[in-house]
Structures are given as structure tokens and as C-alpha cells.
């Protein structure tokens, strides 16, 4: 799963030239960040705080939306923000959706000194979440039946390995059809 969420984050950096880019995965059932990977397109640049993702991750899931704003405080509509959350400038998030439910989040984000996000950009990010989600989900799904199958494999191994030591004899030793006939 890591190498296509990391191919993602590439093709989402490469269209919308975000510094900044992450994508969380969420359990629908419960709304909790369940894998996030974060990347920034500059090495000297620090990357999006969990903290942040968070709060965007939040934000979309409340709203049912996207998010785009010139600037990610006001944005997601914090009244006393952390001094910290001032390096953030434009942000562009969309919902990755599975059967009208959010399963995960592309949020990029730019320095607040870096071009804002647009609507052309705002388009291109829900056309690559809305073909990522399926694929995410489906690579889940493999990866979850491919684990199921060892595991299987494994269980029938141990349980034959089992039998053909232990075997099918009577208590005297020989085997069920070794008893004379009388």
C-alpha cells in the first residue's frame, strides 16, 4: 500500500506543485487516522504536522467537502491558533470516498509565502481522489485476501503436519483396517 499512496503523493505534487503533501487513511467505521504518509516536494521544507492533518482531516469530515483556502487558518476557521500553525499558507484537501463514505484524505499544503491553490487545481485533486480511492480500496482488499490465504495455507499445513504424525491408529497401535476380521 505505501508504494501507491507514495505514487500519489508524487502525481499530486507534481500537478498542483504543493511544498507540502500528505495522505491519511481512515477507518470508516470509526473516523480514526489508521496510516498517513506525508511528503514534501522540498527536503529543506519540514513536513505537514500530524496536528494539522488532523485538524483538516476533521474539518472535511464534518463539512462532507473539500477544502480550498488561501490560507489554511482561516480556512479550517480557527479562532486562536498555535503560533506554529502560521508557516501554513494555501490548502487544498479532498476526501478520498468509498459508497459515499470517507475513507481517506489528500491534503496539500503550501508555505503561507508559496502561490495559492486554485479552482482548476481544486477540480484535478477530486478527479485523482475519486480514482485513488478505488484503487487504495482494492489494493486493501488484495492485500487483505493475500493475508487470509497464507494464513489459511499455514492453518491446513499445521493441521496435516498434525495429523500425519499423530495419524489415524487405535489405541493398539495398529492402524483401523489392520484388525483381523472374525
Not at 505534487?13 to 470509526?30: E, H, Q
Not at 493475508?147 to 495429523?163: G, S, V, W
Request: hydrophobic letters at 40%; aromatic letters at 6%; glycine letters at 6%.
Amino acid at each position: 500500500i505505501d508504494h501507491i499512496l507514495n505514487g500519489i503523493v508524487q502525481v499530486c505534487i507534481g500537478f498542483s506543485r504543493a511544498n507540502k503533501a500528505a495522505i491519511l487513511l481512515l477507518d470508516p467505521s470509526t473516523k480514526e487516522t489508521v496510516k498517513t504518509l506525508v511528503h514534501q516536494s522540498d527536503s529543506s521544507l519540514s513536513s505537514i504536522e500530524h496536528t494539522v492533518n488532523e485538524i483538516v482531516a476533521g474539518w472535511i469530515m464534518h463539512n462532507n467537502k473539500p477544502l480550498l483556502a488561501d490560507n489554511f487558518i482561516d480556512g479550517v476557521g480557527l479562532k486562536t491558533p498555535l503560533e506554529r500553525f502560521r508557516i501554513y499558507g494555501s490548502v487544498l484537501a479532498v476526501p478520498l470516498m468509498i459508497d459515499g463514505k470517507i475513507t481517506g484524505i489528500i491534503n496539500l499544503m503550501n508555505n503561507a509565502d508559496a502561490p495559492k491553490f486554485t479552482e482548476d487545481l481544486l477540480r484535478i485533486a477530486k478527479i485523482i481522489a475519486d480514482q485513488s480511492a478505488r484503487f487504495i480500496y482494492n489494493a486493501e482488499l488484495h492485500e487483505k485476501l493475500f493475508e487470509e490465504n497464507k494464513r489459511l495455507k499455514e492453518e491446513l499445513q499445521q493441521q496435516y503436519n498434525i495429523q500425519g504424525i499423530i495419524g489415524s491408529s487405535d489405541a493398539q497401535g495398529g492402524a483401523p483396517n489392520d484388525r483381523p476380521i472374525s
